[in-house]
């Protein structure tokens, strides 16, 4: 909300242009009723019909006047609402990507969510602005009319309407409980529908099309029941509205009579008030109405989802510079929280340029945290990681990312040229660096396929298969200058040939290669290995483990189980 | 101009009984809005008189309270029909995405946006129109009104009328570009946002996510512009609408002054006049439900759009022991005249290079996906599992016995031989968990994959990749499992391990979507190029 109003208020000079506009708005609303009111008063019922003529055609020169603010304030809504639309997808979409946490990816469903709430925001805060400005402006405006043609009866006016208001008041806490509700289960289908179509594969291997047909159509139903839950408080509350909006006018001509009969009242003056009750302030009261319970409690609503889909982020900035490219860590533990099994346990190594460790050990077992507490993604909880003399997530940040490079099993692709991808990480590599790169890795072919850099990708490297879209995360990763490559898992989906092919690539690169083993030929190709069994790291040659590990013997069997000589381990 | 969403917008309004209702309670409080201005007038004229008649305040009461309350119970009942018809649409379009299947022609993001945002606009379609044509009715019926009280009333009144309509139609032309372009970008940037959040973990470890958030934004200009266009349309339009109305009203006023003047008219109807007026001129305020309306068949479209696609034909799956034959089968690029057969209980490995179409393989061989040409002969009921299972259901229990009716305890058997019970049992609240709120690796989620298929009993186990992300010593433990709980079945593996293919009665290698060669993983391994496949030539 504070993030919201703090948008509008950058936006100060549009909503205060927007807000000059309506003055002129409210003109026709000031002087409405009066001009009428004298029109007969002087002119028709005076016998003078030029007069009344004249008093009508000024009328009409306000309501000019008035529709030209109108106008204004349209065409202005798009200089405020627009750009704090922007500027709100703009937060989003970065708070989305820099949360540091993933624990919470939000998925398909979860960014059709985002759109929807951001469209909300954006129609509310046109129809409030819209809406909200003109009742004040209007409202007031007719009031103080009435209180200048006929000021005796301004109590009978002002109770009613400020009785509606207030029961109104009161209704809003349950209404926007229901409305809540009505949007969580609009949130629930949307994640039912989002699960059951983006597992579409899964659920036509399942044959269970019955099946997720009825979990989406249950949250469909309750999120209809929902709706009318909350059009029930609606018709509530608008007739409330409009009791208020219709008793003063009641009131009016009940008490008038006697007011008329003593010439307190001219017919001018009974006439001003009804057209401003009329004309003025019921059309403003329902547009309240409407306003507040459905927009603003939207728009109340979608502000706090997006917030939550989108924390702000303020994690402290580290400025320490490493004094070489050396990794030095010193009884690192890890665990996703207190009581939690630690994934890692008193680890201690020394990664030297050159060093290729291959890391290997059950799935499941917390292998990527490794990754991440080398990239500096998270902290350990205890012990250190140091790069270069300084702790890895404290380091300047463009320091770091630029010597440290980190492949993950999910690759990332964007609609654009395959060269806008390679060139992600390495804005300045030339066409030849790419090719080169593409050859080293292995994905000439692919390239060739493509149709070369120029060739176009579609949303989410459609067309590509996982395999593929790894190899070109692979060379993104490969033509950049990075000193430390940390491959985690980012081979699974090509064949052993290709893996060996990539990881040779890699080592023969200068500096440190980590590679997160999907396979245990991996283990075979470094100098080093590192295995993760839940207990305290073990560490050595693929020779001494072997020698000394049973876990790691049995892993290496279970890799060959048949010990056919036709299917030997790769040789190193 | 009739567009292909306005046939589904028809069927919508006409299944439900309850737009009748609406439209007899709008007729009710329409009329009794229709009769109010002169139940106005004739109390002004009354207050104006100096005496208190109680008949004319009691009838004036009675005429508000009949429109005050129809509006109540319309918007009980539009918001009922809405809901309903939206909800309808919602159950339809998500039956038919579910039966056209994987691969779907539409992409996840963009049918989830159609089941969510589009049958929300055409589930109004009923109450739009509604509104729209009771807007009409109360405009003649003021017209009329004003006719009762003086011809001339009605005279200067009509003169506007056309252009009313003249408003009308420009508007529906203006809109619809605009709608459709802000939609477009707006999906576009949903997808952006879509494929960098799926590589976020590539974006956090670069520190690219300023960069990457541009990336995302890149279309934002353009949906500023669209909803630009749209604001000036609107802004044009209320222009027109705010000089309009004041017009007409000075214009009634001034003919309803002159009748005052030669006695033809009281003070009162003056009041009466204005506010027919303000009534007649009501379709023009009812300018937001044209762009309603556009917006209602534009997302009309793409429903139909989706309800349109023919299902693609699958074969039913005939009861037998589990036979699998290929002839001449072609797909697209990716699988070029396969011919293979596998015989009932045989162990098949796929093999192949990235990309040579053994997963397409695997696909077709369990009739998940059609071919383009060629014959398929299959029998026995067909257990899927991937090598990334999306998982399904309300609780993790659910998404093992996902798509069939089996109780707990096969639930606990199946999990038990995909090796994965010990860490169910760990979760929250165990087999109960909300799928959400259990935190499951790559290789957990494998495995629970791999206890979805085993729970089915099928005659045929596809296992695409199934066991990628679990060790060997795991997947050791996986394959000895898989035997045990279900001998004998036919089994086809994509795998790149030697090991499995090792342990298969027959390996089929592909190469670039062709079979390369089908034998036993021991006379396979003469060629050189087999061999590549596993140790990458060295």
Redesign the interface.
């Given at each position: 909300m504070r993030f919201y109003l703090s948008t509008l208020a950058g936006h100060r000079r549009g909503v205060l242009v927007l807000l000059g506009w309506s003055m002129l708005e409210g003109i026709?609303a000031f002087f409405g009723g009066r001009l009428?009111g004298t029109?007969?008063d002087k002119?028709?019922?005076a016998?003078n019909?030029l007069a009344?003529?004249l008093w009508?055609?000024s009328?009409?020169a306000l309501?000019?006047v008035?529709?030209?603010g109108?106008?204004?304030?349209?065409?202005r809504?798009?200089?405020v609402?627009?750009?704090m639309?922007?500027a709100l997808?703009?937060r989003i979409?970065?708070g989305?990507?820099?949360?540091?946490t993933?624990r919470r990816?939000?998925?398909?469903?979860a960014?059709?969510?985002?759109?929807?709430h951001v469209?909300v925001v954006?129609d509310a805060t046109?129809g409030v602005l819209v809406q909200a400005r003109a009742l004040l402006v209007t409202t007031v405006a007719a009031l103080i009319g009435i209180a200048t043609t006929a000021a005796a009866l301004i109590w009978l006016v002002v109770l009613p309407i400020v009785a509606a208001l207030v029961l109104f008041g009161l209704l809003l806490p349950s209404l926007a409980k229901r409305q809540r509700d009505a949007v969580m289960a609009?949130e629930r289908?949307?994640?039912a529908?989002?699960?059951?179509?983006?597992?579409?594969?899964?659920?036509?291997?399942?044959?269970?099309?019955?099946?997720?047909?009825r979990?989406?159509?249950r949250q469909?139903?309750q999120?209809?029941?929902a709706?009318?839950t909350?059009?029930?408080a609606?018709?509530?509350r608008?007739?409330v509205i409009?009791?208020g909006g219709?008793a003063p006018?009641?009131l009016?001509?009940?008490f008038?009579?006697?007011l008329?009969?003593s010439g307190q009242l001219t017919?001018g003056a009974?006439?001003a008030a009804?057209?401003y009750l009329?004309?003025s302030v019921n059309p403003a009261l329902h547009g309240l109405a409407r306003t507040t319970s459905t927009v603003v409690m939207r728009l109340m609503v979608a502000l706090k989802r997006l917030q939550e889909a989108a924390p702000r982020t303020d994690g402290a900035i580290g400025a320490e510079t490493p004094a070489n490219g050396e990794f030095v860590l010193r009884d690192v533990t890890f665990g996703w929280s207190p009581d939690a099994e630690p994934v890692l346990r008193g680890l201690s190594l020394d990664l030297r340029p050159g060093d290729h460790l291959a890391v290997?050990?059950?799935?499941?077992i917390g292998k990527s945290t490794m990754?991440s507490l080398l990239?500096g993604?998270m902290p350990p909880g205890n012990g250190s990681v140091l790069f270069g003399g300084a702790p890895v997530d404290q380091v300047t940040?463009?320091v770091?990312?630029h010597a440290?490079?980190?492949?993950?099993?999910?690759?990332?692709?964007?609609?654009?040229t395959v060269r806008e991808n390679l060139t992600?990480?390495a804005p300045r590599a030339t066409d030849e660096d790419l090719v080169e790169a593409a050859k080293k890795v292995g994905a000439t072919p692919?390239l060739d396929r493509l149709g070369g850099l120029g060739a176009k990708l579609g949303?989410?490297g459609?067309g590509l298969?996982?395999?593929?879209a790894q190899?070109l995360?692979l060379a993104r990763v490969f033509v950049t200058s990075a000193s430390v490559v940390i491959l985690d898992?980012a081979t699974?989906?090509?064949?052993?040939?290709?893996?060996?092919?990539v990881e040779r690539a890699f080592a023969q690169r200068e500096g440190i290669l980590v590679v997160i083993a999907?396979?245990?030929s991996s283990a075979l190709r470094a100098n080093r290995v590192l295995v993760m069994d839940g207990g305290k790291p073990l560490l050595g040659t693929h020779e001494h483990l072997l020698k000394t590990s049973a876990l790691y013997g049995?892993?290496m069997l279970?890799?060959?189980?048949?010990h056919?000589e036709?299917?030997p381990l790769?040789?190193r | 101009m009739a567009k292909p969403g306005d046939v589904l917008l028809f069927s919508v309004v006409r299944r439900d009984h309850r737009p009748w209702f609406l439209l007899l309670n709008a007729a009710v409080a329409t009329t009794g809005g229709l009769l109010l201005p002169a139940a106005l007038a004739g109390a002004v004229d009354m207050a104006l008189s100096g005496e208190f008649v109680l008949f004319t305040v009691v009838w004036l009461l009675l005429l508000a309270a009949t429109e005050i309350v129809g509006d109540a119970i319309g918007i009980v009942l539009a918001a009922t029909i809405t809901s309903r018809a939206t909800a309808w649409l919602r159950r339809e379009l998500s039956r038919k995405l579910l039966s056209l299947g994987h691969p779907s022609p539409f992409a996840a993001g963009d049918a989830v946006s159609r089941v969510t945002g589009d049958c929300g606009n055409a589930g109004g379609i009923a109450v739009t129109l509604i509104t729209l044509l009771v807007t009409a009715v109360s405009s003649v019926g003021a017209v009329v009104a004003l006719a009762l009280l003086d011809w001339r009333l009605a005279v200067v009144f009509a003169v506007s009328v056309p252009l009313a309509m003249l408003l009308v139609r420009t508007h529906m032309q203006l809109t619809a570009d605009d709608v459709l372009a802000y939609q477009e970008v707006s999906g576009d940037v949903s997808a952006r946002l879509l494929d960098a959040v799926s590589g976020r973990r590539t974006i956090a470890a670069a520190g690219i996510a300023g960069h990457e958030t541009e990336r995302v934004l890149r279309p934002l200009p353009r949906l500023a512009a669209a909803g630009a266009g749209m604001w000036r349309t609107q802004a044009k339009m209320m222009w027109r609408a705010g000089l309009l109305l004041p017009a007409v009203e000075v214009a009634v006023l001034v003919t309803a002054g002159f009748g005052v003047m030669e006695g033809r008219l009281t003070p009162g109807d003056v009041l009466a006049a204005l506010g027919y007026a303000a009534l007649g001129m009501g379709v023009v305020g009812q300018i937001p439900q044209l762009t309603a309306l556009e917006r209602t068949r534009a997302s009309a479209t793409r429903i139909a759009e989706v309800l349109g696609t023919e299902v693609p034909a699958r074969p039913a799956v005939l009861p037998g022991a589990g036979v699998l034959e290929l002839r001449e089968v072609t797909v697209g690029t990716a699988l070029r005249d396969v011919t293979l057969s596998i015989p009932a209980g045989s162990f098949a490995a796929v093999v192949g290079r990235s990309g040579s179409g053994k997963s397409t393989l695997a696909a077709v061989l369990g009739g998940l996906s059609a071919v383009d040409s060629g014959t398929v002969r299959r029998d026995g009921a067909i257990g899927y599992a991937f090598e990334r299972p999306a998982l399904l259901g309300t609780t993790i229990g659910r998404s093992i016995g996902y798509g069939t009716d089996s109780d707990e305890i096969q639930v606990r058997d199946a999990a038990v031989a995909a090796q994965v019970h010990d860490v169910l049992i760990r979760l929250p609240q165990g087999y109960e968990t909300p799928l959400a709120d259990a935190p499951l690796s790559g290789g957990e989620v494998q495995r629970i994959g791999l206890a979805r298929a085993i729970i089915r009993d099928p005659e045929v186990l596809v296992l695409d990749d199934a066991t990628a992300s679990l060790d060997t010593v795991t997947e050791a433990k996986v394959d000895k499992a898989l035997t045990t709980a279900l001998p004998g079945r036919t089994r086809v593996v994509v795998t790149h391990r030697p090991a499995t293919a090792a342990r298969a009665d027959v390996v089929v290698w592909l190469d670039d979507g062709r079979v390369r060669g089908t034998g036993t993983h021991r006379e396979l391994w003469e060629h050189e190029d087999y061999r590549a496949v596993f140790t990458g030539g060295e």
């Open positions: 026709p009428v029109a007969v002119g028709f019922a016998g019909p009344g003529v009508l055609l009328f009409a309501a000019v008035g529709a030209l109108q106008r204004q304030v349209f065409a809504l798009g200089a609402v627009e750009p639309r922007d997808v703009t979409v970065r989305v990507l820099s949360d540091p993933h990816t939000p998925d398909a469903s960014v059709a969510m985002i759109t929807r469209e954006r046109a609009d289908t949307a994640e529908s989002g699960a059951v179509l983006t597992g579409l594969r899964d659920v036509a291997a399942c044959d269970a099309s019955a099946e997720a047909y979990d989406v159509a469909v139903d999120q209809a029941r709706t009318v909350v059009a029930w609606n018709a509530l608008a007739t409009a009791i219709f006018i009641a009016l001509v009940a008038a009579p006697p008329v009969a017919t009974v006439l009804v057209v009329t004309n290997v050990g059950p799935s499941g990754a990239t993604l940040p463009a770091r990312h440290i490079a980190l492949i993950p099993q999910e690759t990332y692709l964007f609609t654009g992600l990480l692919l949303h989410g459609e298969s996982a395999g593929e190899l995360a898992e699974s989906h090509l064949d052993p040939a290709a893996e060996a092919r999907h396979r245990l049995q892993l279970a890799w060959d189980p048949t056919r036709e299917t790769p040789k | -």
